[in-house]
């Protein structure tokens, strides 16, 4: 006998169908909202003041931006000597994602 699960996916806000994930950030926060289109448009309406006038920060940027007294704490528990404040060693913050995924 076969088993066939399917999941589906709903709008977080109303429960309707046609939902997909929808990745936002905000003050250092990430959050995920599953929204059908009309509710992506409402969203985006809302945003929208708030990002006309806004500054775009490139994904790498944004991404080096990580706790780094999350990293530095991390970092001194494997016993990697860092100093308490300034530029940690080159490489490190890979380790701590690669160790936090």
Known sequence: MATVTRTKVVDDLDGSDGAKPIRFSIARAQYEIDLTPENVDGLYEALAP?????????????QARADQSAVREWARKQGIEV???????????????????
């Open 50 to 62: 708030f990002i006309t006038k806004s500054r775009r920060v490139p994904a790498r940027l944004v």
């Open 83 to 101: 100093s308490v404040r300034g530029r940690m060693p080159k490489g490190l913050e890979a380790q701590y994602r690669e160790a936090h995924q």
